[in-house]
């Protein structure tokens, strides 16, 4: 059974903090990661995806991965409180099922 | 924009009672799939199709069918609803290739009550 685990939360950083989020999955042969955002009530969007060992930056988000520690990881540099909200990471084997973490919840303080 | 588009968006409706959910999209998608998932709590799978003609269950046991007669629409029917099933349901799809195209677009959901 491949899992996707992450903790549950909430973090809750201040505003201007960088936000660490976590993320392990359990299969090796696992390809693509993907991070998305769900706010409360709504369907999650996609905010990054990140395929090779390293980091990926897109504005004030950062995916790292490394797949020899099958972790990965999004960084969100000055946190606004606009970023709170749930964060799903994904994970996809060989364009087969992607499968989804449970969320981690983040709060932004104002 | 994603443009993949769930009805109803709300819907109240008697135990007993036998429902569809419709979901399309207009992006020419190949994958398409059915989530589950209660407030705060996380998705479950519990249907989805590689194409026309392709269904599969998914992780959640669920007592929902699904069709895919054509591309671009993957309706989910419960042929007797209960409070059990009670829950906001997504629908989703995603481009047919390698693992890098599998970025999933969600429709806006459908919360379904069961009384």
């Known amino acids: 059974q491949k899992e996707v685990e992450q903790n549950s939360g909430p973090l809750s950083v201040p505003e201007g903090a960088i936000a660490s989020l976590n993320c392990t999955y359990s299969d090796r042969g696992s390809q693509s990661f993907f991070w998305y955002r769900q706010y409360s009530g709504k369907s999650p969007e996609l905010i990054m995806s990140?395929?090779?060992?390293g980091d990926k930056e897109d504005g004030r988000f950062t995916a790292q991965l490394n797949k020899a520690s099958q972790y990965v990881s999004l960084l969100i540099r000055d946190s606004q409180p606009s970023d709170s909200a749930t964060y799903l990471c994904?994970?996809?084997?060989?364009?087969?099922?992607?499968?989804f973490g449970a969320g981690t919840r983040l709060f932004v303080k104002a | 924009e994603a443009d993949i588009y769930q009805t109803p968006r709300y819907l109240v409706i008697g135990t007993g009672k036998k429902i569809t959910l419709e979901c399309s999209q207009t992006m020419g998608h190949d994958k398409m799939y059915w989530y589950q998932q209660d407030p705060g709590m996380e998705l479950h799978l519990i249907h989805y199709?590689?194409?026309?003609?392709?269904?599969e269950k998914g992780d959640l046991s669920s007592e929902s069918t699904v069709s895919r007669i054509r591309t671009e629409h993957f309706p989910l029917t419960l042929e007797s609803a209960r409070p059990s099933h009670t829950s906001q349901y997504l629908c989703?799809?995603?481009?047919?290739?390698?693992?890098?195209?599998?970025?999933?677009?969600f429709g806006p959901g459908t919360r379904l009550t069961v009384l």
């Open positions: 990140i395929y090779s060992n």
């Open positions: 989703a799809s995603s481009e047919q290739g390698p693992s890098w195209a599998d970025t999933q677009y």
């Open positions: 994904a994970v996809n084997w060989l364009g087969f099922k992607t499968i």
């Open positions: 199709s590689y194409g026309v003609n392709s269904t």
